[in-house]
């Protein structure tokens, strides 16, 4: 059992199990959705603050994502198996492969599309941002396996910095994979609200059991400690806590 101080306290903790989601079908395509998103409306699942879309994404082999519009959203693109083409009306051609992340700043608008070669499971991850109207960018980095085994590896930050994707807004995404057994801690940022996604495996917190593709969701003022139950590769996305983070200019 998981001993508890006031150093890793949490708060309004929810776990948000993976059969809650709601699943979108069309063919060739299948979406798990933590918050509402399209034609779907769940009272209380409208995101957690800047975080508004966090879809959990299936594609089978040769299947086109025809082009469409986004404007004014940072939207990641988390590729954890096959591989995907991203094509725009700005004439980027890219591929994005397992373990890499893509980053669409949406800004004043774009239209992308793309291609699933073989078989993909992808995150698809939409971000309020907190300036609006910008010129948009893509881009794309890969992340290294090796660099998050039994710690966090960091991948998208507000702040720009070499080896991690740049967005315009408050939030901050990590990777990590951790072994059955391990007491894992998260300190890297002090006041905020948590989003923790196991991509495999299951950990506990606070008692509570979070298995894969569950979420569990709360606040923190001095980091927070799981308990690794089975081989996890986790997803963590932190938000700082103080007022109007999320808020557009």
């Not at 299936?58 to 991203?86: A, Q, W």
Request: hydrophobic share 35%; aromatic share 12%; proline share 4%.
């Amino acid at each position: 059992m998981q001993q508890h101080t006031e150093t890793n306290k949490i708060n309004k903790l929810q776990i948000y199990r993976s059969n809650q989601r709601v699943t979108e079908k069309r063919p060739g395509f299948q979406s798990f959705q933590s918050f509402n998103f399209s034609y779907s409306y769940r009272e209380g699942r409208d995101g957690l603050k800047a975080l508004r879309v966090f879809n959990d994404d299936f594609v089978e082999h040769n299947t086109r994502i025809p082009l469409h519009p986004h404007v004014n959203y940072e939207i990641l693109s988390v590729v954890l198996e096959g591989e995907m083409s991203h094509e725009d009306n700005f004439g980027n051609n890219i591929l994005v492969q397992a373990d890499e992340v893509k980053c669409m700043s949406a800004g004043k608008g774009l239209y992308h599309g793309g291609t699933c070669y073989h078989s993909t499971n992808f995150l698809q991850i939409w971000i309020e941002p907190n300036v609006r109207d910008t010129e948009p960018v893509i881009a794309k980095m890969t992340f290294n396996e090796s660099e998050r085994i039994g710690k966090w590896q960091l991948q998208v930050s507000p702040n720009q910095a070499d080896g991690v994707l740049h967005i315009k807004q408050s939030i901050y995404a990590y990777r990590g994979n951790f072994k059955q057994g391990e007491r894992v801690t998260f300190e890297e940022l002090p006041s905020v609200d948590v989003f923790l996604f196991p991509l495999k495996g299951a950990f506990q917190i606070y008692d509570q059991l979070v298995d894969k593709r569950d979420s569990a969701e709360f606040t923190t003022q001095n980091g927070f400690e799981i308990e690794i139950l089975q081989d996890a590769d986790l997803w963590l996305m932190a938000q700082p806590n103080t007022k109007n983070e999320n808020k557009t200019n």
